[in-house]
């Protein structure tokens, strides 16, 4: 995790100072901002990376003697299926399609919006997939 942090840190000090030449160099104010964004986002990603290094053990990908077999074993729980992903992609896609349509548009996206939304967040709390 330590490897990663500094990796976007260092990006974000490169994507800032392409920045600043960019800015200086272009005056083109749509590019420059979207770098500068670019350099906010790298900088609190890698700020995260490192924050959290620090609370958990090393990973094997610190250590320089590590084996690549030394990183196997379980890495997460990753839902077996779920409808609601594509609910709230169809959605969205109308929700952006509304802003080139029309507003009346973003009437009927919301609702699937939030169908999706919800049955993501509580998938896990009723039906078949249900704590017990």
Same mark, same amino acid.
């Given at each position: 995790?330590?490897?990663?942090?500094?990796?976007?840190?260092? #990006?974000?000090?490169?994507?800032?100072?392409? =920045?600043?030449?960019?800015?200086?160099?272009?005056?083109?104010?749509?590019?420059?901002? =979207?770098?500068?964004?670019?350099?906010?986002?790298?900088?609190?990603?890698?700020?995260? #990376?490192?924050?959290?290094?620090?609370?958990? *053990?090393?990973? =094997?990908?610190?250590?320089?003697?590590? *084996?690549?077999?030394?990183?196997?074993?379980?890495?997460?729980? +990753?839902?077996?299926?779920?409808?609601?992903? #594509?609910?709230?992609?169809?959605?969205?896609?109308?929700?952006?399609?509304?802003?080139?349509?029309?507003?009346?548009? %973003?009437?009927?996206?919301?609702?699937?919006?939030?169908?999706?939304? %919800?049955?993501?967040? +509580?998938?896990?709390?009723?039906?078949?997939?249900?704590?017990?």
């Amino acid at each position: 995790m330590k490897v990663q942090g500094k990796m976007f840190i260092w #990006l974000s000090v490169f994507v800032l100072a392409m =920045a600043v030449v960019y800015g200086v160099w272009s005056k083109e104010p749509a590019g420059t901002t =979207a770098l500068f964004l670019a350099f906010g986002l790298c900088i609190m990603i890698g700020y995260y #990376l490192a924050f959290t290094a620090r609370r958990i *053990d090393a990973g =094997a990908q610190d250590n320089k003697e590590a *084996d690549v077999a030394d990183d196997a074993g379980e890495v997460g729980f +990753f839902s077996p299926h779920s409808w609601q992903p #594509l609910a709230l992609g169809v959605g969205g896609a109308l929700a952006f399609l509304s802003v080139a349509v029309g507003w009346w548009l %973003l009437y009927f996206s919301a609702p699937i919006l939030l169908i999706g939304l %919800l049955g993501w967040v +509580f998938e896990y709390y009723r039906g078949e997939n249900q704590n017990q």
